[in-house]
């Protein structure tokens, strides 16, 4: 089959043929339609995170379900999926407590693995890694059926496929991890693909005050048509004494969109007391954030993470697939282009340059 691989980071990648298994007991295979292009991705790409040999990058698609293995009762040939790159297990001590995103079983996200080390996915007999816990930009993916959640074949999967990482993220961050309450006065920092879902998250809790941080004139103009109430150009302006002068108090939770260690600090000024800083932006994992603790400690501030926004994709994709029907969720204007698979190299250009909010890979027809 055709994938987009990665050799060496800071090169371009080709599209090339490599091997995938067929699916073993309680696994799909799915034909990938759609797959977007996350910041993630352009990060494996850079070498900001740790590349574990070849690679296949993409891990936020939708496709159309075509083998199932044994055991598999969820889903059927035909059945058309959102998937997410951290399926839960359901039964491992974190999932019992209700923390699926931490599932003790599923960190391939991190691994580029399947928990028992492998990946199903070879060239030339040598291992290539699932990268971010997917390896979508490619014809097929095989995944724990956890990890592929039906929707209905009217939902097209070159909208829904963006629910896989940057609205389940943006979203859930809002509204599970962060638990923004109506009338909260918020801070996004970043106005990428999962920014814009933090904006979005933070309108349907009810946030009545929405503030967006973003160097770019075009996301922060495309904020506003997503649901920010003031924008900051954190080039010009100082945006944690703008969003203190804005919301006379500091927010009630500041959110870092980017995966910066530099704007997890200014969050933790930027929020009042009692408040809370969510980190949602995938960082490179050497950085560090200094924090006072007497400050934190003193004034109750709170510092947290969020992977995947805490979400659980069999309760959280259905969830926003019906946000998204009754017009409180826009998918469509999320994705603002459409590129084939062999145009893999000018969508990562795209993204490193802020052009547009998120470029789609079309892998094959619906």
């Given amino acids: 089959m055709r994938a987009a691989l990665l050799v060496r980071a800071g090169e371009p990648l080709d599209v090339v043929d490599v091997d995938l298994e067929p699916p073993r007991a309680g696994e799909v295979r799915v034909r990938v339609v759609a797959c977007g292009v996350c910041h993630s991705d352009l990060s494996l790409v850079q070498g900001n995170f740790p590349l574990m040999g070849p690679t296949v990058p993409g891990h936020e698609a939708a496709g159309v379900v075509q083998e199932v293995g044994d055991g598999v009762t969820q889903l059927a040939v035909g059945d058309h999926v959102v998937l997410s790159p951290n399926p839960a297990c359901g039964h491992c001590e974190y999932c019992t407590r209700g923390r699926h995103a931490i599932c003790a079983n599923s960190m391939s996200i991190a691994t580029s693995m399947f928990p028992d080390g492998s990946t199903r996915l070879s060239r030339g007999g040598d291992l290539v890694f699932r990268g971010l816990g997917l390896a979508a930009w490619a014809d097929e993916v095989v995944v724990p059926q956890a990890g592929a959640v039906r929707v209905d074949p009217d939902v097209p999967l070159d909208v829904a496929c963006v629910i896989g990482c940057a609205v389940q993220t943006g979203v859930g961050a809002a509204i599970n991890t962060a638990r923004v309450e109506p009338g909260d006065q918020v801070l996004v920092m970043g106005a990428g693909g999962v920014g814009i879902s933090v904006v979005q998250g933070a309108a349907i809790a009810g946030a009545s005050r929405i503030i967006v941080s973003d160097p770019s004139e075009s996301r922060r103009e495309q904020a506003l048509r997503f649901g ?11 945006a944690v004494a703008r969003t203190v002068e804005l919301t006379g108090i500091g927010a009630d939770v500041a959110f870092d969109a980017a995966g910066s260690a530099a704007l997890v600090e200014a969050g933790v000024d930027a929020v009042r007391s009692g408040g809370t800083v969510v980190m949602v932006g995938a960082p490179p994992p050497d950085q560090n954030a200094s924090l006072n603790v007497a400050t934190a400690m003193f004034m109750e501030k709170r510092v947290i993470g969020s992977l995947l926004g805490s979400c659980w994709a069999p309760r959280d994709i259905p969830r926003l697939v019906a946000l998204w029907r009754a017009g409180r969720l826009d998918l469509d204007g999320m994705v603002t ?11 990562l250009d795209d993204l490193d340059a802020g052009r547009g909010l998120r470029t789609v890979l079309m892998i094959s027809d619906a």
């Fill in 228 to 238: 920010a109430t003031d924008v900051i150009d954190p080039s010009t302006t100082d």
């Fill in 337 to 347: 282009a459409r590129r084939p698979l062999e145009q893999v190299n000018d969508a």
